[in-house]
């Protein structure tokens, strides 16, 4: 980063350090090559589930290893679920189980086919002076 910037190391430690006090950065994070590890197939599902079930739907779902992400919405539907599988056979069992235990009233899933941009926003010095001052 610093190479790339031409800002010192020391500097840049002192800002980071700085926007993580401020909680401008929540976390540090790598964007995994899902499919090195075998998991080639990616699902987004947006669920409306019943209200006597939402709470034990997201408890479960924050506790399930292959769900990447998980965000309450809305326009129609409760949460959007990103779900990381190795198999489409794997990604149908986990739709299954889940339309087995919880009553929905509605339910939409999309496999994702391919990765066209992630985690763009503000990742250069024209979107993100504040950065590179």
């Known amino acids: 980063m610093s ?6 190391v020391s500097t840049l430690y002192d800002r980071l350090r700085h926007f993580e006090e ?3 950065i929540k976390k540090h994070t790598s964007i995994v090559n899902f499919g090195i590890f075998g998991y080639e197939v990616r699902i987004n ?19 399930h290893e292959n769900v990447n992400n998980l965000y309450k919405i809305n326009n ?3 949460f959007l679920i990103e779900g990381v599988f190795k198999s489409v056979q794997e990604a149908e ?6 339309e087995e235990n919880f009553e929905f009233r509605k339910l939409e899933v999309y496999y994702v086919t391919e990765e066209i941009k ?4 503000m ?5 993100l002076p504040i950065l590179y001052r």
Do not use: H, W, Y
């Open 3 to 8: 190479r790339e910037t031409r800002i010192p």
């Open 22 to 24: 401020s909680q401008v």
């Open 45 to 63: 599902i947006m669920v409306k589930v019943s209200p006597s079930f939402r709470k034990e739907f997201k408890v479960r779902l924050l506790n």
């Open 76 to 78: 129609g539907f409760d």
């Open 93 to 98: 069992s986990f739709i299954d189980n889940i």
């Open 118 to 121: 992630r985690e763009g926003f």
């Open 123 to 127: 990742a250069n010095k024209e979107t």
